[in-house]
């Protein structure tokens, strides 16, 4: 059925309860599980003269921004370890998270994507956008949707 399985994560309540349903689907068939965190690409910080970032220097912020996804990120393995899986973790930077997501399951031959939506409806909904709807109307791999 399928044999590799990605979860993005950014790391809320609702992408962790993906992560934790990948995991079992993967532990049950046996497949490869890859944990991907998509961030927007940021070259250099935006300093705000007088704001708290003013004071520190480029390199200081991308490293808290580094270390915080390398937190989401083995939070996500801790979901996976509890299920008896071990798995892969990648991160990407990318203004739209839906194609990176899309890219990276391609690149990494994903037959299933199990991706969290947040349930918005109506006109927050609309307004708001959705990367889980902008993903199931632009890939032809699988996504199951945990809500």
Same mark, same amino acid.
């Given at each position: 059925?399928?044999?590799?399985?990605?979860?993005?994560?950014?790391?809320s309540?609702?992408?962790?309860?993906?992560?934790? +349903?990948?995991?079992?689907?993967?532990?049950?068939?046996?497949?490869k599980?890859?944990?991907l965190?998509?961030?927007?690409?940021?070259e250099?910080?935006?300093h705000?003269?007088?704001?708290?970032l003013?004071?520190?220097?480029?390199?200081?912020?991308?490293?808290?921004?580094? *270390?915080?996804?390398?937190?989401?990120?083995?939070?996500?393995?801790?979901?996976a370890?509890? *299920?008896?899986? +071990?798995?892969? +973790?990648?991160?990407i930077?990318?203004?739209?998270?839906?194609?990176a997501?899309?890219?990276?399951?391609?690149?990494?031959?994903?037959d299933l994507?199990v991706?969290?939506?947040?349930?918005?409806?109506?006109?927050?909904?609309f307004l708001?956008?959705?990367?889980?709807?902008?993903?199931? +109307?632009?890939?032809?791999?699988?996504?199951?949707?945990?809500?």
């Open positions: 059925m399928f044999t590799n399985i990605l979860v993005p994560t950014d790391g309540g609702f992408s962790n309860k993906a992560v934790a +349903t990948a995991a079992r689907l993967a532990q049950s068939l046996r497949a599980l890859l944990v965190h998509v961030r927007s690409p940021i250099t910080p935006h705000v003269e007088g704001g708290a003013s004071n520190l220097g480029g390199k200081v912020v991308m490293q808290e921004i580094e *270390d915080e996804e390398r937190r989401l990120l083995d939070a996500a393995l801790e979901i370890a509890a *299920d008896g899986v +071990t798995a892969g +973790t990648a991160f930077a990318g203004y739209s998270p839906y194609e997501i899309i890219r990276i399951a391609q690149e990494q031959h994903c994507i991706m969290a939506s947040h349930g918005r409806r109506g006109i927050s909904g708001l956008g959705s990367e889980t709807q902008k993903l199931l +109307t632009h890939t032809t791999i699988p996504v199951l949707i945990v809500r």
